[in-house]
């Protein structure tokens, strides 16, 4: 279990290193915040899983805990949890991120307000620190650090004044002290050594107890990190060419974007001027074929009317001869019955000559020509389709 966690002490203090330089050494609450509980982590412990968690968010159960992250079982050890590692390089970059913030501002007690010496947020009650616990890690007031000698817990702690905290604090850099690490397996010995194959840093014992042999390459720890370093600028080269790529790539990017939305632009105001010819032409067709409709109904009328004229006039004519012939048939009839002598001779002549008037007039009715409604073949329907107004070409 030792090996696995050294490996993940110089995993996890390789990562906040990095994170730390990039940002110029100005801690982020993020790097300092336990993923677990996501408060500033409290007694950081380095799990065999590489996850580094508050000790108050680890749980026993059935001689196991269970990592918070990534639900990985490891055993508890032997003498209990305060045996696991404990993660310095976060604990330095906490205590420098509150002495940084005790510096910036006037703080507040972390005990009578409730909050921990690097919070920010100030309560009503909590008055101004002029102490400081190493051991709790709080800024107390004075009344505070009365009770915190009188309790039997905490008797025995480290006092030490704000301003000495500070400026012990801040004048090395985690960075700096980075360099001096003691090693976590052997607390009197410094990390002066690195196991290329473990990939990790180790101390004189542990090199005596895990690290020989031809499977363990050992070198010195500046060497090492000019090694890493090599390899961090290679990445770094080979990071900032690829982002010059994609700069350039994105540049295309909005460029075609923009060319994009300006070609839609100018297509759709093609497909809406197209359409609207279209609409306009269809709108005059039908307009039109109103007109010749209207035409053809008074063609109709006219010559109907006409000929509806002529219609009646015959067959006013035709009444008129039938009533004479019907007159003219009575007057013959009843002179055969009653006529006598010369009385006789006297009439038929006079109805002899209404017959001929009658019968020698011209009845011939006014003829009606036959007539159809013969359409054209113009197919609306067909001029019309669903790709009237034309098509998208996409090179």
């Known amino acids: 279990m030792g090996t696995v966690v050294s490996r993940a002490v110089g995993k996890v203090n390789q990562y906040i290193t990095q994170q730390y330089i990039s940002s110029q050494f100005s801690v982020s609450d993020k790097w300092i915040e336990c993923p677990a509980c996501c408060r500033t982590f409290d007694f950081p412990k380095i799990l065999p899983c590489y996850h580094s968690v ?31 590692p404990d993660n310095r390089f976060l604990n330095d970059l906490i205590e420098h991120s509150s002495a940084r913030k005790l510096m910036e501002s006037s703080r507040e007690c972390g005990v009578c307000s409730g909050n921990t010496a690097h919070k920010s947020i100030k309560s009503r009650q909590g008055k101004k620190p002029n102490v400081f616990c190493t051991n709790c890690r709080r800024a107390l007031c004075s009344d505070c650090e009365d009770v915190h000698k009188s309790i039997p817990i905490t008797r025995t702690h480290v006092l030490i004044s704000v301003q000495e905290y500070r400026t012990s604090i801040l004048k090395e850099s985690p960075l700096t002290k980075s360099s001096s690490i003691m090693c976590h397996r052997h607390p009197n010995k410094i990390l002066k050594l690195y196991c290329r194959d473990c990939d990790y840093p180790i101390c004189d ?41 994609l700069d350039g790539i994105m540049k295309d990017l909005n460029e075609e974007s923009e060319s994009l939305e300006m070609k839609v632009e100018e297509v759709t105001a093609q497909i809406n001027s197209r359409a609207n010819s ?45 009533g004479k012939l019907t007159k003219c048939i009575d007057a013959a009839e009843m ?24 019968i020698g007039k011209d009845y011939s009715a006014t003829a009606i020509k036959d007539f159809r409604f013969v359409q054209n073949d113009t197919n609306v329907s067909q001029s019309i389709t669903a790709d009237t107004l034309g098509r998208l070409v996409i090179y």
């Open 54 to 84: 508050c000790l108050r968010c680890l749980h026993v159960k059935e001689e196991t805990i269970n990592c918070p992250l990534c639900k990985m079982l490891h055993k508890v050890p032997p003498a209990g949890l305060e045996l696991l």
């Open 205 to 245: 014992t542990c090199v005596d107890k895990d690290h020989t042999g031809p499977n363990h390459t050992r070198e010195k720890v500046g060497d090492a990190r000019a090694r890493k370093e090599a390899e961090i600028n290679l990445r770094i080269k080979g990071a900032t060419n690829l982002k010059t790529r």
């Open 278 to 322: 279209l609409q306009a032409e269809c709108k005059q067709l039908i307009k039109d074929i109103k007109k010749d409709e209207s035409s053809l109904f008074r063609e109709i009328s006219l010559n109907f009317g006409k000929r509806g004229d002529a219609i009646s006039k015959s067959k006013a004519g035709l009444c008129e001869g039938m």
């Open 335 to 358: 002179l055969q019955q009653d006529g006598q002598g010369a009385g006789f001779l006297y009439m038929v002549k006079q109805v002899i000559q209404e017959f001929k008037e009658t």
